[in-house]
């Protein structure tokens, strides 16, 4: 059962990272070293057809062993999560629930923009 999830979720993640390289608003790297970590936990095969694959693999690569990512993939990082997470604060009525946005939306950020930039 906890294999057939990581499996399910690995592939939508691999589909969501597919859709962002045509789509600017959607990030793909992230989608990427999701359902690369969602493969190690499942299906060898995949994992080792995602880190080996010429498009895919290097960013997920660089994250897993370098803990790098590309200036590109911050920048849309940074573009998608403040814009969603402002208008979610905005929205919603509790005060505690406002600051709990914030401070998520800070603990991902400081965490992006610590990770060094991977080398083209």
Known sequence: MRRGFFIFVG????GLGILGMALPVLPTTPFLILAGAMF?????????????HKLFGPPVHNYLEHKTVDRRSKILAMAL??????FSAFIVEKIWLKA??????????IHVL?????DR
């Open 11 to 14: 592939f939508l993640a691999l």
């Open 40 to 52: 190690l936990r499942s299906s060898e095969r995949m994992a080792t057809w995602l880190f080996n």
């Open 81 to 86: 999560l403040w814009p969603t997470i402002l």
């Open 100 to 109: 709990l946005l914030i401070l998520i939306a800070l603990a991902v950020s």
């Open 114 to 118: 610590s990770l060094k930039n991977a």
